[in-house]
C-alpha cells in the first residue's frame, strides 16, 4: 500500500551521530499512514527490535536502544518519519529498517489494515 524509500546511514564512528529518513508514498489514494517507526535487526537473522515509532498524533515509543540518545520525529504532510541517534557506540550498528503501519480501503470498500517495511539501511558504528 505504500512505497518506503530510506536514506542516510553509512559508517560512522563512535560518538558520532545518526541521522535517518524514510519517505512513504502511498499508492492508492485512500491510504492512510498511522503510525511510523525504525526497526534495527543485528546481527542478520536475529529478530528485529524497536528503537522507537511515532502515531500520526506524535505519540512516541523508544525501544531499550532507543531511550536516552534517540529522538523520533515526523512530518505528516510529507509522510516522512526521521531518525537521530546521538553518541553512537558500536552495538548501534546492525540494519535499519522503516516501519509503516496504517489503514486503506479494498476494491470492496472494505476499510483494512496494513503494515510495509523498508529494504533497510546499513549503519555500521567503528570504534
Known amino acids: 500500500q505504500v512505497q518506503l524509500v530510506e536514506s542516510g546511514g553509512g559508517m560512522l564512528q563512535a560518538g558520532e551521530s545518526l541521522r535517518l529518513s524514510c519517505v512513504a508514498s502511498?499508492?492508492?489514494?485512500?491510504?492512510?499512514?498511522?503510525?511510523m517507526g525504525w526497526y534495527r535487526q543485528a546481527p542478520p537473522g536475529k529478530q528485529r527490535e524497536l528503537v522507537a515509532?511515532?502515531?500520526?498524533?506524535?505519540?512516541?515509543v523508544y525501544g531499550d536502544s532507543g531511550k536516552g540518545r534517540a529522538a523520533i520525529s515526523r512530518d505528516n504532510a510529507k509522510n516522512t518519519v526521521y531518525l537521530q541517534m546521538n553518541s553512537l557506540k558500536p552495538e548501534d550498528a546492525g540494519v535499519y529498517y522503516c516501519?509503516?503501519?496504517?489503514?486503506?480501503?479494498?476494491?470492496?470498500?472494505?476499510?483494512?489494515?496494513?503494515?510495509?517495511w523498508g529494504q533497510g539501511t546499513q549503519v555500521t558504528v567503528s570504534s
Open positions: 516501519k509503516v503501519i496504517g489503514m486503506y480501503y479494498s476494491q470492496m470498500n472494505i476499510r483494512l489494515p496494513f503494515t510495509s
Open positions: 502511498a499508492r492508492i489514494s485512500t491510504t492512510s499512514i498511522e503510525a
Open positions: 515509532s511515532i502515531s500520526s498524533d506524535g505519540t512516541t
